[in-house]
């Protein structure tokens, strides 16, 4: 089991930063990836970005540039760096965290409750 927990959402003018949190706890060593995922009302959950435990990330074409995702190992922390947002950046931002559960490799998504993010003047 993991408990993701996120923080660092709020309102922020275009153009402006924020820098979202999600703290891991629970079985740690498991974790293959971490990222994050939004969802505007009416849409789809979309990945934002997302990092191995190898360090190798990803990022979706509509935030590369202007987002950053990084993690801290020894604090078992993920931040996404959040900077030249836009009002279609704003959305529910969720944390993910892929959980191998066994040998064969079989993986479980966890989430966190999500923190709101919106863009606005």
């Known amino acids: 089991q993991v408990q993701l927990v996120e923080s660092g959402g709020g309102l922020v003018q275009p153009g402006g930063s924020l820098r979202l949190s999600c703290a891991a706890s629970?079985?740690?060593?498991?974790?293959?990836?971490m990222g994050w995922y939004r969802q505007a009302p009416g849409k789809q959950r979309e990945l934002v970005a997302d990092?191995?435990?190898?360090?190798?990330?990803k990022y979706a074409d509509s935030v590369k540039g202007r987002f950053t995702i990084s993690k801290d190992n020894a604090k078992n922390t993920v931040y996404l760096q959040m900077s030249s947002l836009k009002p279609e950046d704003t959305a529910v931002y969720y944390c993910?965290?892929?959980?191998?559960?066994?040998?064969?490799?079989?993986?479980?998504?966890?989430w966190g409750q999500g923190t709101q993010v919106t863009v606005s003047s």
């Open positions: 993910n965290a892929v959980v191998v559960v066994n040998i064969d490799g079989v993986t479980v998504d966890y």
């Open positions: 629970g079985s740690t060593l498991s974790i293959n990836a």
């Open positions: 990092i191995t435990s190898s360090g190798i990330t």
